[in-house]
């Protein structure tokens, strides 16, 4: 009689589904940490409406938030090399195109698409920061750069930073995407073990439940950073 479900094969299934975490981890902090310094440079952009610039990423976050993360991921994929190959015939360099690692691609789609629903929230959050910190700065003989870097940002980060982790987990679940161009991740590592015994359900609640896992220990990091950063926050405020 066949098992409805097979405990000691999710049990042991665990350790074969688990070594594809890291891969998971890697595209969506990595992917994250690219996409704040692009949110960073867009939002600050859009904020002093510099000419030229601030439409064009006014048009990159329309269109990312217009398209699916899939399709951005195919058009980096299949665009890249393209323009590597172009660059090639045209400054004469010797890029191995194929021989760009796949995680590249998948890293470089996932900051875009992140980098541009971020730089929305950091620009809300440096609106957010009361005029007369501006003043102040100006009037302590501080320059825009050292108002922004050293008094707005802070404060906005601390506004900022719930949305700022909510981004990250919802990278890491967008992340069984990359599996369409042929990266094996936590997912699709799981999809694969499953088919191999024809349990499915088992093995999904492994990923699941590790999915879960890292949820649960970076919202406690978060929780503890934002606790930090309103410390910070009274200092600068006082």
């Known amino acids: 009689m066949v ?11 665990i350790p074969d589904v688990l070594k594809y975490l890291p891969v998971t981890i890697l595209i969506s902090f990595g992917s994250s940490l690219i996409g704040l310094v692009v949110a960073f440079i867009v939002a600050l ?38 323009v590597l190959v172009a660059a090639n015939q045209r400054f004469g360099t010797n ?13 470089f789609a996932f900051a875009l ?9 950091i620009r809300s959050a440096i609106t957010s920061v009361d ?16 108002a922004v870097t050293r008094i707005v940002i802070p404060q906005a980060l601390t506004v900022a930073l719930p949305s700022l982790g909510n981004s990250w987990i919802s990278v890491m ?24 015994a024809s349990r ?4 999904y609640i492994d990923a699941a439940l590790m999915y879960w896992g890292v949820c649960i220990v970076m919202e406690i990091v978060l929780s503890l950073l934002e606790k930090r950063m309103r410390k910070y926050e009274g200092r600068i405020g006082a």
Not at 3 to 13: E, I, P, Q, S
Not at 113 to 121: K, P, Q, V
Not at 131 to 146: D, F, H, I, K, P
């Open 131 to 146: 005029a007369g910190q501006w003043e102040a700065c100006y009037s302590l003989n501080m320059n825009t750069r050292q």
């Open 173 to 196: 679940k967008d992340t069984s995407l990359a599996f369409s161009i042929g990266l094996v991740e936590l997912l699709s590592a799981a999809r694969l073990i499953g088919a191999r």
């Open 45 to 82: 952009i859009r904020y002093f409406e510099v000419p030229v610039l601030s439409p064009l990423c006014k048009l990159y976050i329309s269109f990312i938030r217009g398209t699916p993360t899939l399709v951005q991921l195919f058009i980096v994929y299949y665009g890249i090399p393209i």
């Open 200 to 203: 499915y359900l088992e093995v």
């Open 3 to 13: 098992k409805v479900f097979d405990l000691g094969f999710m049990l042991t299934a």
């Open 95 to 107: 890029i191995n195109v194929s021989g760009l690692p796949k995680i590249i691609y998948v890293l």
């Open 113 to 121: 698409n992140t980098g541009a629903y971020m730089s929305e929230t």
